[in-house]
């Protein structure tokens, strides 16, 4: 069974950094793409960056420039370096993950919140002055 658990949220002021990660058991990181959602309160869910299995990568324009996703197979980690953070990132974070593989520009349809198949619990993060 795919399990997906989040970790690193928490409070920072604006222009500060958080890394989050996932840890991605019951399936080979290698075989599968993992995304980073994120649902503020009163908004729909949306995609804000994706790594598909083939190593194309996805961001939303909105965090192009200060976030990165990356990828550690041994560790069995993804992880979401999140860098210049502002109060309009405030959302709780979740990754997922997705057996589909997804070439070139088809990796921005890999975060449509609609795709993927396994979700993890979501961690909160709030950035405030």
């Known amino acids: 069974q795919v399990q997906l658990v989040e970790s690193g949220g928490g409070s920072v002021q604006p222009g500060g950094s958080l890394r989050l990660s996932c840890a991605v058991s019951?399936?080979?990181?290698?075989?599968?793409?993992i995304g980073w959602f994120r649902q503020a309160p009163g908004k729909e869910r949306e995609g804000v960056s994706c790594?598909?299995?083939?190593?194309?990568?996805y961001y939303a324009d909105s965090v192009k420039g200060r976030f990165t996703i990356s990828r550690d197979n041994a560790k069995k980690t993804v992880y979401l370096q999140m860098n210049n953070l502002n109060p309009e990132d405030t959302a709780v974070y979740y990754c997922?993950?997705?057996?589909?593989?997804?070439?070139?520009?088809?990796?921005?349809?890999?975060?449509?919140?609609?795709?993927?198949?396994?979700w993890g619990q979501g961690t909160q993060v709030t950035v405030s002055s």
């Open positions: 790594l598909s299995s083939n190593g194309n990568i």
């Open positions: 997922a993950a997705d057996r589909r593989r997804y070439v070139g520009s088809a990796i921005q349809a890999m975060c449509l919140p609609s795709r993927p198949e396994w």
């Open positions: 019951g399936v080979n990181l290698n075989h599968i793409g």
